[in-house]
Nanobody, 118 residues
Framework: QVQLVESGGGLVQAGGSLGLSCTAS????????MAWYRQAPGKQRELVAT?????RTNYADSVKGRFTISRDKNTAYLQMNSLKPEDTAVYYC??????????????WGQGTQVTVSS
C-alpha cells in the first residue's frame, strides 16, 4: 500500500516563507510526476506546481517566482517564499507511483494546512 505523507504546513505572516515535504512510502518500483495542489475554502482544487521524474518543473502563474518545487528520490518539496494571504489553502501532494502491483496509479496525500495572515 502506497502512502503519501505531507508535512511542513502552518501559520505564517504575509511575506514569510514555509517549506512543505511529501514522502512516498510503501513498496515502490518507481515514481513518475509529482505535484502539489491546493484548495482554498469554497474553491476548487488547483494545480500549484509539478515536477517530472526527469526534473522538469511547471508552475501556476500565481506562484511563479515565489514557489519552488523539487524532489529527491521518494520525496517532493515545495518551498514557498513571499507568501500572500491568497496562498492560504490546504496543500495536497500528488504522485504517479508504480507499486508492487506493477501498475502506475495516482495517489494523494492527506493535505496540510497553510495559513498566511495579513
Amino acid at each position: 500500500q502506497v502512502q503519501l505523507v505531507e508535512s511542513g504546513g502552518g501559520l505564517v505572516q504575509a511575506g514569510g516563507s514555509l517549506g512543505l515535504s511529501c514522502t512516498a512510502s510503501g513498496i515502490i518500483f518507481g515514481i513518475g510526476a509529482m505535484a502539489w495542489y491546493r484548495q482554498a475554502p469554497g474553491k476548487q482544487r488547483e494545480l500549484v506546481a509539478t515536477t517530472t521524474s526527469g526534473g522538469r518543473t511547471n508552475y501556476a502563474d500565481s506562484v511563479k517566482g515565489r514557489f519552488t518545487i523539487s524532489r529527491d528520490k521518494n520525496t517532493a518539496y515545495l518551498q514557498m517564499n513571499s507568501l500572500k494571504p491568497e496562498d492560504t489553502a490546504v496543500y495536497y501532494c500528488n504522485a504517479d507511483v508504480v507499486s508492487s502491483t506493477l501498475t502506475r496509479d495516482n495517489y494523494w496525500g492527506q493535505g496540510t494546512q497553510v495559513t498566511v495572515s495579513s
